[in-house]
């Protein structure tokens, strides 16, 4: 059964930096992942996803401040969060699923929550 173990979270003052890592373990290879955040009275918003083909995309909001990056070897996928702001203030969700014409589902499991808290 694959689960998915997220680590990294923290504490960071404004305009910091912190990066997350999600393990998944298991018979099954993941193929399609993803990050979502919730924030405190918000709704869960996606914050970026990367497909088996390459495709890679990110929510409006952390545009050209965060990077994912992947090991294959090791099937973990990384956040990693510059610039970061108050607003940023959630906790953080590794997920896995599918895609579709380039978009991303996340169908499958998701890990247990990373706390990231940004001080102004």
């Known amino acids: 059964q694959v689960q998915l173990v997220e680590s990294g979270g923290g504490l960071v003052q404004a305009g910091g930096s912190l990066r997350l890592s999600c393990a998944a373990s298991g018979s099954m290879e993941i193929s399609d992942m993803g990050w979502h955040r919730q924030a405190p009275g918000k709704q869960r918003e996606l914050v970026a996803f990367?497909?088996?083909?390459?495709?890679?995309k990110y929510g409006e909001s952390v545009k050209g401040r965060f990077t994912l990056a992947r090991d294959n070897t090791s099937n973990t996928l990384y956040l990693h969060m510059t610039s970061l702001e108050p607003e940023d203030t959630a906790v953080y969700y590794c997920n896995s699923g599918t895609s579709y014409r380039d978009n991303y589902y996340p169908t499958g499991r998701w890990g247990q929550g990373a706390q990231v808290t940004v001080s102004s």
């Open positions: 990367m497909l088996k083909n390459g495709v890679t």
